[in-house]
């Protein structure tokens, strides 16, 4: 005497896929409020920017002042890709004094208006960053 407890696979690949469905709606729902549903916030792009919250994926150098960063594609936080863009280069110091960055999912983009040094090239005022 044997049971048979099959269940079609129909059937169990349906259940599966509520079990495993669910939570994942879930997840896209609280990623969607976390970034409000069409990118970071302007508050939470200037956190970013500000401790550098970005990795830059793809590095491409000035051409005169080779230890700068002409450009780059990012990654950000979020999961969102963008890229880095340097504005103004200190041609003394070899630095980036000004740059923006963009934030595919948001569509906005955060700038470093131009910084200024002293005379041994330490940033002795520097704008504040903006969001467009």
Do not use: C
Request: net charge neutral; proline share 4%.
């Amino acid at each position: 005497m044997s049971t048979n407890y099959h269940v079609p696979i129909a059937v169990g690949a349906q259940a599966n896929a509520a079990i495993v469905n669910a939570p994942l709606a879930a997840l896209d729902a609280a990623l969607t409020n976390l970034v409000g549903g069409a990118g970071a916030t302007v508050a939470q792009l200037k956190a970013w920017t500000e401790a550098a919250a970005y990795q830059m994926l793809t590095i491409t150098y000035n051409a005169t002042y080779v230890r700068v960063v002409a450009s780059a594609g990012v990654l950000w936080p979020d999961g969102s890709t963008g890229t880095f863009t340097t504005d103004a280069v200190n041609t003394t110091w070899e630095a980036v004094d000004a740059y923006h960055i963009t934030h595919v999912l948001s569509g906005k983009a955060v700038t470093q208006p131009l910084v200024t040094r002293n005379a041994a090239g330490g940033i002795t005022a520097k704008p504040a960053l903006t969001v467009a």
